[in-house]
Nanobody
């Protein structure tokens, strides 16, 4: 089992920045990918960014150039730096880990961007 604890969400004005953190614990060996998804009201959950154990990153087109995913392996933590936030970035953000063929999810953290 992998446990994920997220932090860093909140309320921010459009154009502002936030950094999300997700600390993994438990059976953290052999984690393939860590990343972030988000779900806005009435919409499906979507991938925001992911980072493989080999260092390959992947971003949704809507966040490219504004968001950066990074990982501190020593702390088993993945970060999402979000800059130039837009109203449409408002959503619940979920940390995701793929270990083997098993998906693990965090509890979600709310990000609200106001005008």
């Amino acid at each position: 089992q992998v446990q994920l604890v997220e932090s860093g969400g909140g309320l921010v004005q459009a154009g502002g920045s936030l950094r999300l953190s997700c600390a993994a614990s438990g059976s953290i060996s052999s984690i393939n990918t860590m990343g972030w998804y988000r779900q806005a009201p009435g919409k499906q959950r979507e991938l925001v960014a992911s980072l493989t154990s080999g260092g390959t990153s992947n971003y949704a087109e809507s966040v490219k150039g504004r968001f950066t995913i990074s990982r501190d392996s020593a702390k088993n933590t993945v970060y999402l730096q979000m800059n130039s936030l837009k109203l449409e970035d408002t959503a619940v953000y979920y940390c995701h880990v793929l270990r083997g063929w098993v998906d693990y999810w965090g509890q979600g953290t709310q990000v609200t961007v106001s005008s």
